[in-house]
């Protein structure tokens, strides 16, 4: 008689905070992947108002727990230290897992036991979900050493698309309250650093952004956090100072193309005072890059060039602008 496999449970860990609508669906989808071969202990860490997201929590029966500090890392934290199940698994409140996630990390934790966190690939997603990059990424190395080079030259792994096993946390602690952006990538960095990490090349989470223009403040403020999360992590790659500045602008890579991004969709809606503050901003962060950038056919050029046309003039502009 063949017994069949047994039933492996894994926690995961939802950071919430005035999102009802949006934890109903990011639980939904975690519940659509449960099955006779898999158990999820759902627990919510919720910093928002009472009511709404432990109603939500409930509807799943998922176990929530209230947090009185800010953040997501506080959260996070919250519900990781009531983790029970061998695996750990997360999602964000405003992202939702798809269907071919969680089964082959969990094969290769199963597999591979020196394996401690296991990444997968990531769908960037409109706000209403709808895929406009990815998946990505295409691949990771093996080497703990390149990946963590990786990670500290543009690659931000997706917490939702991420897996550890529970022991893990004993070695690497917790996620960093006191950073209010990118403690998520400041852990997984801390893991890589500590456990061997391996990679799977399966779609896992659709994740949701902003339309650019709309979250200029926030990308601003984000910068601060990842310029410390670097700073605390660079000195273990053992490379120069100026290998070291090539890799810190490859991380920040992104905020600077977001802004390109943005000074085009204020200036597309008339709106140059905000269309020229994000483009002061992409300066500030990569000057020598901008400056190149100016004189060339590139994206920043694209976005001078509409900031010059866009049709309401400078001293138009109305309130709520830069």
Not at 13 to 32: D, G, K, M, Q, Y
């Amino acid at each position: 008689m063949i017994r069949p496999a047994p039933r492996l449970t894994v926690s995961v860990v939802v950071p919430t905070c005035n999102r009802a609508s949006l934890l109903r669906e990011a639980l939904a989808s975690i519940r659509a992947l449960e099955g006779p071969d898999l158990a999820f202990e759902i627990i919510v860490g919720d910093n928002g108002r009472p009511g709404p997201g432990a109603e939500a929590a409930a509807e799943f029966g998922a176990l929530h727990v209230a947090v009185a500090l800010p953040g997501a890392g506080a959260a996070r934290n919250a519900a990781l230290m009531r983790a029970s199940a061998p695996y750990v698994a997360f999602l964000d409140d405003d992202d939702v897992w798809q269907p071919g996630h969680i089964r082959p990390h969990l094969r290769r934790l199963e597999a591979e036991p020196d394996l401690g966190i296991v990444f997968g690939q990531v769908v960037t997603t409109s706000q209403d979900l709808e895929p406009v990059y990815g998946p990505w990424p295409a691949d990771l190395p093996a080497d703990g050493g390149a990946l963590l080079r990786r990670m500290l030259s543009g690659y931000f792994p997706q917490v939702g698309a991420t897996v550890v096993r529970r022991s893990l946390v004993d070695s690497v602690g917790l996620f960093d309250e006191a950073l209010l952006g990118d403690q998520d990538w400041d852990w997984q960095i801390r893991a890589v650093r500590r456990h061997r990490a391996g990679f799977v090349a399966v779609p896992c989470v659709h994740f949701r952004q902003r339309p650019p223009g709309t979250f200029d403040s926030l990308i601003a403020r984000r910068i601060h956090f990842t310029r410390l999360v670097f700073r605390r992590h660079a000195p273990a790659l053992g490379v120069s100072r100026l290998a070291a500045l090539r890799l810190y602008f490859a991380t920040v890579q992104g905020y600077y193309d977001a802004f390109l991004d943005g000074a085009q969709a204020h200036a597309a809606r008339g709106d140059r005072r905000a269309a020229a503050g994000a483009l002061l901003s992409a300066f500030r962060l990569m000057p020598h890059r901008a400056i190149k950038d100016a004189v060339r056919p590139t994206h920043l050029r694209e976005a001078l060039l509409a900031v010059v046309q866009a049709g309401r003039p400078l001293a138009a502009a109305g309130p709520g602008t830069r």
